[in-house]
C-alpha cells in the first residue's frame, strides 16, 4: 500500500540534543512538508521541499534543518538551538501543482518530548 | 491579517443538528482548497475538495466564494462520530513558484447527545 511512514511514533530527546524525525513516502510525490502541532493549535509549517536538494523554510524554520537527498525521504532534525521542541510533529506529501492541485496526504505523527 | 482564519468554536451541538463552518483567506491569487478532519491526537485526514460550484458528499457540502475569500462547510443531521476538528487549507504560489499550504487553526466540533 503506498502511503507516508514517519517514525519514531514516540519520541523523548535530553536537553541539549539533536535529534532526526524520519518521513517517508512511496506515493511519487514530488512536494514533501514538515509541520509542528502544539496542543490546542494548529498546524505550523517547518520547511517544505518540492525536489530533491531544494528546500524552503516555512514560518517556524529557526531550530530545526532538513535535507532532500532522496525523492522518496526528507527528514527533519530538531537542533539543540530548538528551546521548545515538545510537539507533535506531521509530515505530508503532494504532487506538484502541474498534476492537478491535489491535496495533502499525512503521516501518523512523531511525538517528541523533553526529558 | 492571518492568511487563513477559522473561528476555534467549540460548536457544541446536538446531534441531528446542521451546523455550519466559515473560512477565510487573504490571498485573492490562491488556488485550491480543502477541508481537512483531525481527531484528538491523531494525523489530519482528508474529507473534501472545495470548489466555486459547490460539492457535496453525503452529508457533507463544501463551497468555495472566490470574491469574497471565503470557504464553507455545511454538516447535515450531525453524529456523534463528526466530533473533531475541522481544519480548512489553502495552497497558493508563492513569489518563488512554490506551492506553499496553509492550514487554518482549526474549528472544533463537539456533538452531543
Known amino acids: 500500500d503506498g502511503g507516508i511512514t514517519q517514525s519514531p511514533k514516540y519520541l523523548f530527546r535530553k536537553e541539549g540534543q539533536n535529534v532526526t524525525l524520519s518521513c517517508e513516502q512511496n506515493?511519487?510525490?514530488?512536494?514533501m512538508y514538515w509541520y509542528r502541532q502544539d496542543p490546542g493549535q494548529g498546524l505550523r509549517l517547518i520547511y517544505y521541499?518540492?525536489?530533491?536538494?531544494?528546500?524552503q523554510k516555512g514560518d517556524i524554520a529557526e531550530g530545526y534543518s532538513v535535507s532532500r537527498e532522496k525523492k522518496e525521504s526528507f527528514p527533519l532534525t530538531v537542533t539543540s538551538a530548538q528551546k521548545n521542541p515538545t510537539a507533535f510533529y506531521l509530515c505530508?506529501?503532494?504532487?506538484?501543482?502541474?498534476?492537478?492541485?491535489?491535496?495533502?496526504?499525512f503521516g501518523d505523527g512523531t511525538r517528541l518530548s523533553i526529558l | 491579517r492571518k492568511e487563513v482564519e477559522q473561528d476555534p468554536g467549540p460548536f457544541n451541538v446536538p446531534e441531528g443538528a446542521t451546523v455550519a463552518f466559515n473560512c477565510t483567506y487573504s490571498?485573492?491569487?490562491?488556488?485550491?482548497f480543502f477541508w481537512y478532519r483531525q481527531d484528538c491526537r491523531k494525523e489530519p485526514k482528508l474529507l473534501m475538495s472545495v470548489y466555486s460550484s459547490g460539492n457535496e458528499d453525503g452529508r457533507f457540502t463544501a463551497q468555495l466564494n472566490r470574491a469574497s475569500q471565503y470557504i464553507s462547510l455545511l454538516i447535515r443531521d450531525s453524529k456523534l462520530s463528526d466530533s473533531a476538528t475541522y481544519l480548512c487549507v489553502v495552497n497558493t504560489l508563492d513569489s518563488g513558484g512554490y506551492q506553499k499550504v496553509t492550514f487554518g487553526t482549526g474549528t472544533k466540533l463537539q456533538v452531543i447527545p
Open positions: 490571498n485573492s491569487a490562491s488556488q485550491s
Open positions: 505530508a506529501s503532494k504532487p506538484l501543482p502541474g498534476r492537478g492541485n491535489q491535496p495533502q496526504h
Open positions: 521541499s518540492q525536489i530533491v536538494n531544494d528546500f
Open positions: 506515493l511519487n510525490h514530488d512536494a
